[in-house]
């Protein structure tokens, strides 16, 4: 049905914008399909950096290897650079289809769907880089209540590979908590969309 020239579809956001706010959707679309993009690729960077780490240390005659497994944090920081990244890939293909086909608006339930997903990882994501940023510094600056030692000085090049992946997954990080808020935006519209419509319909 129509009412005024506002077309709804069951499920779906009444189609009410013009040209003009078709316009600001496409560069949303675009820079949502540019964020998660940056996630895949910062993501896999990081997972790439933090896998290939590793520095062997003489400690008198004992050899010593320095490997990310080493450090829970960074096995975890790199399975969720593993899942942002194949979520992101998969995200992304669907956001250029989307971009292709000109179609903006989503259904309430994919909307959710997307909006939950995303939400995950943003919080996944967050997790795995303080819980890494914690132990990096640990590492860095040892624990003399608890008689941790200043690991990064005995394995500087480890500790320096292994920033350069934390830093890598800090940026995927804020580009997929930016993308949580496009999604949220993306989800809460639909449904600020229909209450306008009915406030319009009931006029």
Known sequence: MSYLGVGISPGNVAVY?????????????????????????????????????????????????????????????????????VYSLLQSVRCAVCTMKGSVLLSKPLAWTIFSGDQAMAYMSVAAIAAAAESGLIAKEGEEELQWMKLCNMYGKFCNRAGEGVASALFASIAMVLVSCISAFSLFRLYGGATKNRQTSSW
């Open 17 to 85: 914008h013009g040209g003009k706010m078709k316009l600001i959707d496409r560069r949303l679309k675009l820079t949502e399909l540019i964020l998660r993009c940056s996630v895949t690729v910062l993501a896999l960077l990081a997972l790439i950096l933090i896998v290939t780490n590793s520095q062997v240390k003489m400690i008198f005659t004992i050899e010593k290897r320095a490997k990310y497994t080493d450090m829970k944090a960074l096995v975890f920081l790199v399975v969720a650079n593993g899942i942002a990244a």
